[in-house]
Each structure stands twice: as structure tokens, then as C-alpha cells.
């Protein structure tokens, strides 16, 4: 339940700042390594423009890698797979590596019609080497089908989403 003896893969399209998982760690007594893998030229100095249109490391990478040390403190190594000019590379590489028995992604992204048998290949090679591979469902409804696996292969494990609202308080509700 620990995380004892694995180690963990993180599927990441951006960079984050290790500052902030070094600072995590300390103030919260964990001791679990962190691996960056650079895929497709870029580095730990690499600067991209995000979805938000500017340049930046995303935090939600940081998140994501604390998130799994608190769950499983006894991971041998979380590795993080960053950048890649595709997708597919990212996947392909933790595939070929096979090092890593759990595998996640908090990502969504669009895969094409043209390019969704490659991607659906190498989830089977996940499947048949024993790699389990989690997925967000999507934070905006909380189903599946959204963002890379349109088909919902039965190789992805889905985890549920949220949607977040506000809400009249109680004194405002109809009684």
C-alpha cells in the first residue's frame, strides 16, 4: 500500500520547477527520488509556451509528483516524462523502458484519427507487459471519452474527474 519496491511513471507535457517538490519533500519528510526524462530535444532549461499562452513551468506537474510521493512514500522512484514532440513518444519510451508497473496521466490531449492505432499499440504493449495505465477522465465532467482516448480502450484505467461549481448556501436555498 506503500508504494514499496516500484516505481512509478508520470506522463507530463511540460516542465516543472523542482524547486517546488524539493520544497514539498522537505516539509513533509519524504525521501522518494524524482526522475526527469527529457524527450524530443528539450531540457531541464527548455522554456515553453503553455495553454495559457505563456511561457511557464506548470504546476500541474509539480501537483502531480506530489500527489504520488504522499500516496505511496515508499516508491523507489517516481520518473517523470516530460515534453516529446508527440504523445506517442512519451508513451513509446515508457513502453520500450518497461521499467515502471504503474503508469499516469493527469494530461488530456487530442489524438487523431490517423495517429489513435499507433497510440492504441502501445497500450496493449502496456497491457501485456503488465503496465497498468491510469488516465484523468477530465476535471469538467467527471466521464470518460474525453481528451486521447476518444474509444475508451479497455487498456486505460479511468480516474474520475471532478466539476467544480458554486452553490447557493444553505439560508439561500428554497425550503
Do not use: H
Not at 20 to 37: E, F, Q
Amino acid at each position: 500500500m506503500t508504494g514499496s519496491g516500484q516505481s512509478l511513471a508520470l506522463v507530463e507535457f511540460t516542465t516543472y520547477t523542482p524547486s517546488d517538490v524539493a520544497t514539498y519533500k522537505s516539509r513533509c519528510g519524504l525521501s522518494v527520488p524524482v526522475s526527469n526524462i527529457y524527450l524530443g530535444g528539450f531540457s531541464s532549461g527548455t522554456s515553453i509556451t503553455c495553454i495559457l499562452g505563456t511561457s511557464c513551468p506548470e504546476c500541474e506537474v509539480a501537483l502531480d509528483i506530489e500527489l504520488a510521493m504522499s500516496m505511496a512514500p515508499g516508491l523507489n522512484e517516481v520518473m517523470v516524462y516530460m515534453e516529446g514532440s508527440t504523445s506517442d513518444d512519451v508513451l513509446n519510451r515508457i513502453a520500450t523502458e518497461n521499467t515502471c508497473k504503474q503508469i499516469s496521466s493527469s494530461w488530456s490531449w487530442f489524438v487523431s484519427s490517423s495517429d489513435r492505432s499507433t497510440q492504441d499499440n502501445i497500450l496493449a504493449e502496456f497491457a501485456a507487459q503488465g503496465q497498468s495505465y491510469f488516465n484523468a477522465s477530465g476535471d469538467g465532467n467527471g466521464s470518460t471519452g474525453v481528451g486521447a482516448f476518444t474509444s475508451d480502450p479497455p487498456t486505460v484505467i479511468y480516474l474520475m474527474g471532478t466539476r467544480m461549481r458554486s452553490i447557493k448556501p444553505w439560508s439561500a436555498r428554497p425550503s
